[in-house]
Every structure is written in structure tokens, then in C-alpha cells.
């Protein structure tokens, strides 16, 4: 079955450490990746897209991810972490020629002063 | 610019009863989706739009119906409510296709007693 998984419901780290969040994604073809934010009471911010070429793509607030093609991952990363960085990060995908995106189950991220 | 706006922004219904969400976007977005969003389970399409005067059906369509008469708004209808539907409603749009990021109102959280 087509899938978008991330491993992690929830991860806390301190206030500038490093981050990582993990997405892995099940079809076929590659699909259009993206990373959207969602602060409390608030609707989904983009804060990257991947459609092809430069695997590596840059996003608002600090944010990078890394499309691997071989693990069928698209993770999520930032250098050094702010308190207001706490929110939930969904992974999403769209499918070539389909209407419809796929979003992942999220993970809420907190941040330790 | 107003965006993507969802009314109203809290709702409690008994079951049973009917009502319309109601999803207005000014950036002149073809395409407008519905989604709702339950702990531990993303974002899950009921229906979508690919343009005025059409819909379709998405992940979660029953128990739903929905409408585009003009091409800014895109209503959600719950013909009899029921407390399966309790959930947060968020309406999003975007240029067209899942290659295009989607921009989200605030959402809906609706309570059905």
C-alpha cells in the first residue's frame, strides 16, 4: 500500500541543537516531496518542496531537507534549533498526474530551554 | 491578502444535526481541497475541487458533501453529524496539482455530542 511514514510521533531537543526528522514515503515513482509546519491553533505552513534535481533543498526559518532516492526518504533538518521551532512537522507527498497529496502522521517537536 | 478562510472557527453540534463549513480563498486558486485531522493520523482528504463547478471524492468522503459554485469558496456539509465526525476541518488551495504547494486556513474544530 502507498504510504507516508514518520517514525517519530514526538522528539524533544535543546534549545541549539541539531534537529532531524525522519519521513519515508512508499510508491513507485518520485513523487513531489514537501515539509509543512503547524504551530498550535494554526493551519499548515510550507516550509520546503522537492521536485527534482539539487537533492538537497533549502526551506524558510533554517530549514533543509535531503531527498535519498535509494531509501525513498526525504528528512527534515536544521543546524541549531529556537525555542519557537516547537510545532508539529507533517511530511507530505504528491503523486505524479493525481490530484491529491498524502500527508504523514506527523511529529511534535519540543524544545528544551 | 486574507488568504484562506475558514467559518466558522469553532462549532459544537448534536448528532444528528446539519451544518456547512464554509472555505473562502482570494489568491484565485483553482484547486481547494478538504481535509480533516484527527491525533495521530495527518491529514486526511474528504474531497477536493479542481475547479469551479467541480468536485471529488478523496480519502474520507462519507457522511460529507461539498460544493463549488464560485471559484473562491468551497463549502464541506455534514448531512446528519455524527460523533465519528468530531475533528479539526482544515481547507487549503493551491494553482493546481500536487506539484503545487497548498496554502491552509486556520481550520474548524468541530464537536459532535
Known amino acids: 500500500a502507498q504510504s507516508v511514514t514518520q517514525p517519530d510521533i514526538h522528539i524533544t531537543v535543546s534549545e541549539g541543537a541539531s534537529l532531524e526528522l525522519r519521513c519515508n514515503y512508499s510508491?513507485?515513482?518520485?513523487?513531489?516531496l514537501f515539509w509543512y509546519v503547524q504551530s498550535p491553533g494554526q493551519g499548515l505552513q510550507l516550509l520546503l518542496k522537492?521536485?527534482?534535481?539539487?537533492?538537497l533543498v533549502q526551506g524558510i526559518k533554517g530549514f533543509e531537507a535531503e531527498f535519498k532516492r535509494s531509501q525513498s526518504s526525504f528528512n527534515l533538518r536544521k543546524p541549531s534549533v529556537h525555542w519557537s521551532d516547537a510545532a508539529e512537522y507533517f511530511c507530505?507527498?504528491?503523486?505524479?498526474?493525481?490530484?491529491?497529496?498524502?500527508f504523514g502522521s506527523g511529529t511534535k517537536l519540543n524544545v528544551k530551554p | 491578502n486574507a488568504g484562506v478562510t475558514q467559518t466558522p472557527k469553532f462549532r459544537v453540534l448534536k448528532t444528528g444535526q446539519s451544518m456547512t463549513l464554509l472555505c473562502a480563498q482570494d489568491m484565485n486558486h483553482e484547486y481547494m481541497y478538504w481535509y480533516r485531522q484527527d491525533p495521530g493520523m495527518g491529514l486526511r482528504l474528504i474531497h477536493y475541487s479542481v475547479g469551479e463547478g467541480t468536485t471529488a471524492k478523496g480519502e474520507v468522503p462519507d457522511g460529507y458533501n461539498v460544493s463549488r459554485l464560485k471559484k473562491q469558496n468551497f463549502l464541506l456539509g455534514l448531512e446528519s453529524a455524527a460523533p465519528s465526525q468530531t475533528s479539526v476541518y482544515f481547507c487549503?488551495?493551491?494553482?493546481?496539482?500536487?506539484?503545487?504547494?497548498?496554502?491552509f486556513g486556520d481550520g474548524t474544530r468541530l464537536s459532535i455530542l
Open positions: 507530505a507527498v504528491g503523486l505524479y498526474n493525481f490530484n491529491k497529496f498524502y
Open positions: 510508491y513507485g515513482a518520485t513523487p513531489y
Open positions: 487549503a488551495s493551491s494553482y493546481g496539482g500536487n506539484n503545487q504547494p497548498q496554502h
Open positions: 522537492y521536485f527534482s534535481g539539487d537533492t
